[in-house]
């Protein structure tokens, strides 16, 4: 067995044995060790992780553990690929989400299945780490199911409250929906090229042997699955409600795993993406619509894990428009940056909500910095990366972004920009509600106020620097600085250079997103701070436009108006047909069976001469019949 099948099956082994001890003895295990247990198979990996960056040999190594099944000349194995891609994924991947599992040793404290928690919460990071290495379509799809399932178990994790398994169960269908699209593409991809490997599929479409219309067939169907995995339209509306599980798992979904999946297949396959106009420019538009609507919907929420839920839903829309624009190192180098300040902006707002016994309207908050000074620093932090303010990483990663959209397409730069501001806006709205103004909460959680232990603020701490210095990675050549993401990920990734940039335009671009940032910043304050204003505490004193906004534009109500009343219809209907038609045919079929067997059967007498007249008139009945039909 070679080093690198050792170091596979360690990356995944640690994190499913971590899942199996937790899981299969359960009350068994100390509540204190559950937890540290996570943590260790989350940190093996990590360190795994490690490994393979920093021993890269420059070139993708294809791992082969064993062989899986043959169908005719399909040969499939169980294989894996480590490359530069895969390399800064796991480094996301068991990187935060060992500061997520740190974190929620001190926020699930007490939890009556603390265990069952950090048995999930492994079992997730496994998939996620199946999907990003699996060599071909069908282990990625593998993990992209596994994950799929483990959101499911966490969102609705306190199954006692209806409400979240309700949001399990939305976000577990509307992924089912996107997946169709996963699952059509392999088999078409399967028609076509007798292969699910990523690198043969690839290049089969580099070199024309699947056509310009089979391509976009089967870039179409894969968008539709990352339409269902990362939230976007029209399939995002099961991510605002995935908040609805403990803030950990938020963490998780929204920052450093699950909604990453799509644009991590979009990447990973984007040889052939990039060779299907129509696919790229529906990507780029329905980024910009995903966007520009998770912006705006941000702007009327109250609860600080929906804003932030919205906001996520936004960003994924903003990576979506990068990657239609022919810019996917820009869309990764962002995707990098999310994590960081997502994560960190998520565990903030739990340590907010910890601190509050509880709530999570920002409308009950305010005054919180002088309670919770460690929260508001590094949530501070956050707020500033996430809406691209100067040195913090956010900034580099978007403007990034908005550079390459503007020398593509200028209506999609404008509305790009337009949901940018919108997301500063209410950020610090957010962020002036829930730690400046004057307290608002009870006087019964006033009196609870407190900062997180260290066991929650040091992981706030940790992804707060590197939500600062993350930018550093990409830093951009006008400041005579060396793109390292670019070179690093071009290798692995086929880049379609689009026409290059002025100085003077590219310094123009800057300024009117820093100078419209701080100007925002400038407004939420005047607003919040200054005048005092303050969200509507009941729906009645909204005008017509304010209460579109804040009930997400009926999205939820359209989806039920147009798909869950007609299924509920035709369930109704189709009862009837059942209980109503086809039971009483069938009941009469056996109702006639019994009553003619009940008949026949007193024929049955055991009269010898009975039997011979019978036999008699038969003969004669049968030689009349004969004699008629002639």
């Not at 938020?250 to 106009?277: C, D, E, K, Q, W």
Request: proline share 3%.
């Amino acid at each position: 067995m070679s080093t690198h099948q050792i170091y596979i099956i360690l990356l995944l082994g640690f994190p499913l044995l971590g899942f199996m001890i937790n899981g299969i003895f359960g009350k068994k295990v100390p509540v204190s060790f559950a937890g540290i247990l996570g943590c260790l198979a989350i940190a093996a990996s990590f360190t795994i992780s490690l490994i393979f960056f920093f021993t890269d040999p420059g070139t993708p190594v294809k791992i082969n553990l064993c062989h899986w099944f043959h169908i005719t000349d399909w040969n499939v194995n169980i294989s894996f690929t480590i490359d530069h891609l895969s390399n800064i994924m796991l480094l996301i991947i068991t990187g935060v989400g060992l500061l997520i599992h740190i974190y929620s040793i001190g926020y699930m404290k007490g939890d009556a299945a603390y265990q069952r928690f950090f048995a999930y919460l492994n079992l997730f990071v496994f998939f996620m780490i199946f999907l990003v290495t699996g060599s071909n379509f069908l282990l990625m799809f593998i993990g992209w199911e596994g994950v799929g399932l483990c959101s499911y178990l966490l969102i609705g994790f306190w199954s006692d409250k209806n409400a979240y398994n309700l949001a399990a169960k939305k976000a577990f269908v509307m992924n089912r929906i996107g997946d169709v699209g996963l699952v059509l593409a392999m088999f078409y991809i399967l028609q076509i090229c007798h292969t699910l490997e990523f690198d043969s599929v690839n290049l089969a479409a580099q070199i024309g042997l699947i056509k310009t219309r089979e391509i976009t067939i089967i870039t179409m169907l894969l968008f539709l699955a990352a339409t269902g995995k990362s939230a976007q339209l029209p399939l995002l509306t099961w991510l605002p409600d995935a908040m609805a599980g403990p803030t950990p798992v938020s963490a998780l979904i929204h920052a450093a795993t699950m909604v990453t999946a799509g644009i991590y297949m979009v990447i990973r396959n984007f040889a052939m993406f990039s060779l299907a106009p129509l696919t790229m420019d529906t990507i780029l538009w329905i980024g910009v619509a995903t966007c520009l609507i998770g912006a705006i919907i941000g702007v009327k929420q109250n609860d600080i894990k929906k804003i932030l839920a919205y906001s996520t839903v936004s960003q994924l829309g903003l990576l979506f428009i990068a990657l239609g624009a022919h810019a996917p190192v820009s869309s990764f180098f962002h995707l990098i940056t999310h994590a960081f300040f997502k994560a960190l902006l998520f565990l903030g707002a739990g340590s907010v909500i910890h601190a509050m016994s509880g709530e999570q309207d920002i409308r009950k908050m305010g005054g919180l910095k002088k309670h919770i000074p460690v929260t508001y620093f590094v949530f501070l932090i956050g707020t500033l990366a996430i809406s691209g303010i100067p040195p913090f990483a956010g900034f580099f990663s978007k403007d990034e972004i908005l550079e390459h959209v503007f020398m593509h397409n200028k209506l999609a730069y404008g509305l790009a920009q337009f949901a940018s501001l919108l997301t500063v806006f209410y950020m610090f709205r957010l962020f002036f509600l829930t730690f400046h103004t004057s307290y608002r909460g009870t006087e019964e959680a006033k009196h609870h106020l407190h900062e997180s232990p260290k066991v929650i603020t040091i992981p706030l701490i940790i992804l707060a620097i590197f939500a600062t210095i993350a930018g550093g990675i990409g830093l951009p050549h006008y400041l005579g600085a060396h793109h390292w993401l670019h070179d690093y990920l071009g290798k692995h990734i086929t880049l379609h250079p689009g026409a290059e940039i002025e100085t003077g335009t590219l310094f123009m671009l800057i300024g009117i997103a820093v100078g419209g940032a701080v100007a925002t910043i400038c407004l939420a304050w005047m607003m919040y701070c200054k005048r005092g204003t303050l969200p509507e505490k009941e729906e009645a004193e909204m005008n017509f436009l304010s209460k579109l906004v804040y009930r997400k534009f009926y999205l939820d109500e359209l989806y039920t108006a147009l798909f869950k009343y007609p299924i509920n219809m035709m369930s109704k209907l189709f009862y009837i047909i059942d209980t109503r038609v086809i039971d009483k045919i069938v009941n009469l079929t056996g109702i006639t069976a019994l009553t003619s067997g009940e008949a026949i059967r007193k024929i049955q007498s055991g009269n010898i001469g009975f039997y011979l007249f019978i036999m008699t008139i038969s003969a004669i009945g049968l030689i009349l019949l004969q004699f008629l039909l002639r």
